[in-house]
């Protein structure tokens, strides 16, 4: 019995060969959802490692709301890895990525997250989560929620109004669109708590920040922020 399934699944496997979700060619044993080319071309953004509480992230929102951290685990490009995975994870269901990245880069931040209280993911409305039929984050916190021993709370914080994407817009136009789009179910679970807000990539920051504007307001007592990618 076990021959026969080992047979299958090698037939499976040369019929649906697992491929690089950034130049598409086969994978070789011992790899995952990158080869190995590719795994080593990733440009891991190491600006928060050295100071968690003063960098590219914490500058962007400078006079707009108070962070305590700013995390990412890479650089964003218009034609690279990052956006490769993001791509994937995005439109494509492709939420193996999510915990993939947990576990090959997860430990970065273990010696900074020991005082978050809650990891939270941003919202989809629920009309955007039946087109989509997921939340791209989803996995990733769940992942790092295992990892780091942190709650995960999803619930929570919501998405009140349905707003078009925001890839084609600019910052101004980013702001009003998200005017008065999230709210706090129950403001006492994160009142005096320290909350890590997550989404997958940070551009102009507008969406990060009309959501942490609302979890500032329900008394929260730290903001932190963690992206996939940064946008430089």
Not at 83 to 102: A, D, M
Not at 111 to 140: A, C, W
Not at 163 to 189: G, H, Y
Request: proline fraction near 2%; hydrophobic fraction near 35%; aromatic fraction near 12%.
């Amino acid at each position: 019995m076990q021959k026969l399934i080992k047979l299958l699944n090698t037939i499976f496997f040369s019929l649906f060969p697992d491929l690089c979700f950034h130049c598409n060619k086969m994978l070789n044993e011992g790899e995952e959802v990158l080869c190995f080319h590719c795994h080593t071309k990733l440009p891991v953004f190491d600006g928060c490692w050295v100071n968690s509480q003063h960098n590219i992230i914490t500058h962007l929102f400078d006079h707009k709301i108070n962070l305590k951290y700013g995390f990412a685990f890479f650089y964003y490009e218009s034609s690279g890895v990052t956006r490769s995975l993001i791509h994937h994870l995005k439109y494509k269901n492709q939420e193996i990525i999510g915990t993939w990245i947990v576990n090959h880069f997860g430990d970065l931040y273990n010696s900074t997250i020991n005082d978050i209280d809650y990891i939270v993911p941003i919202p989809l409305h629920t009309k955007k989560m039946k087109e989509r039929g997921y939340n791209q984050v989803d996995t990733f916190c769940s992942a790092l929620s295992e990892k780091w021993n942190i709650p995960y709370e999803k619930d929570n914080l919501i998405r009140k109004r349905y707003t078009n994407t925001q890839t084609k817009k600019s910052r101004i136009e980013r702001a009003i669109n998200l005017k008065d789009v999230f709210d706090v179910k129950e403001k006492k679970v994160f009142s005096n708590k320290h909350v890590l807000l997550v989404d997958d990539v940070l551009t102009t920051g507008s969406t990060l920040e009309s959501a942490g504007y609302v979890l500032l307001d329900s008394e929260i007592k730290h903001l932190s922020i963690l992206t996939i990618g940064i946008v430089v």
